[in-house]
């Protein structure tokens, strides 16, 4: 497999055609172009072993059976075929997507406002920025453990609501508490990030529109939805798909919460905060089913892809070329941020 | 600061430019965001600051306690925290060192250098972002296994040395804030092109390094789900995952687990409060211009 995958290969290959081709395309002789292959050669390296071959041998891994140690025993489609008659699979989807709802859409229309609220806030501007973008860059791990504690029975959550006369609720015990709970998690998490992104998009909306609007006699509300809104599509598109994606591959929040030394307890009370990434894990690294994990690896992929595209439609519309593009650049430097390797 | 300017220069838009009462109902809104915003901080300082029963009172207990120390000194008794904090801190420097050299050098030769192929790769580095993580985490694992890395840290900061988002980035920025004649100024006096690299480009690139640097460390930092998997020795870990475990294990000692908590998250904001005012700037630029 190493040899189909030579990291070497493409821009070594590229040098041969080079050389081929003689001074007519290289003047300057064929030696001028080694250094600059040689200068991006490394990501190409690092992503071929990396990133390339365990792609590839993901693939190979789910039509096998194998707990990590002892012989691969092939069979074919069925770990698929498993894992589509797997009730905690279909379980950890339809979780992973109602977790995703609760948290995407009032995450992106709180982002909004605030963009809003922000950009015509001019005094400490930067000092809110900092202050609102702090949730994003502290450890999810430390931060669900004090959210954890929030949403305990006996936690801040429900001193709150005791304290105005209401009843507590089962914040990390109920189907609807489980999901609202890491659902607020990541909005707290991701709003002020989005904020800023949107309010990037709103300083570069020409002057003139706001003025139309005012002499328009157009309220606040009027102006955010009738001409802040249609100009930050892009914008909105780009969080709207990084989101998707992300919000698909929840984790850390879920595992965090529920861990103990209890493999059964994955997920909380009735697995209810199981998600497909969380389920993937537990089977290849808690209950060393590699070929299974793999397969779910793959049947996510098809997933994030399909909903991605879903998304991507219903969001842009008809919109013109340079907005998609401008889309695909921003979901590039999104992606980077989440998964470094 | 250019961001900042141009705030100022729209000031008076949107809802700023309602009646006074308009202006103050923002101002209420965006410090109750702010409040909303930072008090998961402060209640963590609460909580690692009192007793496991201070926690659960009621009604709770809303300000800071003596026990700060006595529950960080229990830290130091219960895990390997410097330890930890110390492969968290070799990962996070040497992952983001890598990432710089090996970025901008590609960026730099991708911007000012024609070379075979170069429309390809450069297409395959947008391809490699659309693949997910998670989908190759059984199979990267195996391969780290193979390689005799599982459990070291070469298998956190080997595998994202180069990364095509910084590549990306980094090359809109050199082909902006790169000049050709200075190129050909260093190239009359004979300098290669690692030289050139070394000794014209680099330099005018700082600004970006500063922000793809504490980008990069900041996702090092905090990175879970891989250094779980692959660090298998419970002995080596880095903080993510020490503090993870210390959860598991002394669950019902919360006042311990937040001070542990606590002790994680101090020095990354303190990374991020020195370098904040340029992250966002350039957050924010790069996101619509690109």
Known sequence: MATVLDPAGAPAAEERRAARRGRSTAPGGRGRHVPPLLAVSPFYVLFAVFGTFPVLYSLYLSFQDWDGIGDMRFVGLKQYGWLLQDSVFWHSVVNTFEIWFLSTVPMLFLALVLAFLLHSQVRFSGALRVAYFIPNVTSMVAMTIVFGSVFAQAGLANSVLRAVGLDGVGWLSSEWGIKSSVAIMIIWRWVGYNALIFLAGLQAIPTEHFEAARVDGANSWQTLFRVVVPQLRPVILFAAVTSTINGLQIFTESQVLFQSTDVGTTGGPGQEGMTIVLYLWQKAFKEHQFGYGAAMGWLLFAIIAIFTIVNWRLVSGSDRDDDRRSGIAGLLRRKGVRNGR | ?290
């Not at chain 2, 000031?11 to 308009?22: C, D, E, M, V, W």
């Open chain 2, 1 to 290: 600061m250019a961001a900042d300017e141009r705030t100022t220069g729209n000031a008076g838009l949107g809802i700023g430019s309602g009646s006074r009462l308009t202006r103050i109902c923002v101002r209420v809104a965006l410090l109750l965001g702010v409040l909303i915003s930072l008090f998961p901080f402060y209640w963590l300082v609460v909580m690692a600051s009192g007793t496991t029963q201070d926690i659960y009172r009621y009604p709770p207990k809303l300000v800071p306690g003596p026990h700060l120390l006595d529950n960080m000194r229990r830290v130091l008794d219960t895990v390997d925290f410097f330890g930890s904090l110390f492969n968290t801190i070799v990962v996070a420097v040497l992952g983001t060192a890598l990432v710089l050299f090996f970025d901008s050098l590609a960026a730099f030769a991708f911007a000012k250098y024609e070379f075979p192929a170069k429309k390809f790769l450069f297409g395959m580095l947008l391809v490699t972002y659309m693949i997910p993580a998670q989908l190759s985490l059984v199979p990267q694992f195996v391969t780290m296994a193979e390689f005799g890395w599982a459990g070291s840290l070469n298998a956190l900061i080997i595998p994202s040395a180069a990364n095509a988002f910084g590549i990306f980035w980094m090359r809109q920025y050199a082909q902006n804030s790169l000049p050709d004649e200075l190129l050909d100024a260093g190239r009359i006096d004979g300098a290669g092109f690692f030289r050139l690299y070394w000794t014209v480009a680099l330099p005018l690139f700082r600004p970006a390094l500063a922000f793809l640097g504490i980008f990069t460390f900041i996702g090092l930092w905090n990175d879970y789900i891989w250094p779980l998997v692959v660090m298998i020795n419970p002995d080596k870990v880095t903080l993510q995952v020490a503090l993870a475990n210390l959860n598991t294990l002394y669950n019902s000692d919360y006042s311990l687990v937040m001070a542990g908590a606590l002790m994680s998250v101090i020095p990354l904001i303190v990374v991020f409060l020195i370098g904040a005012r340029h992250f966002l700037r350039d957050l924010a630029a790069g996101a619509t211009k690109m």
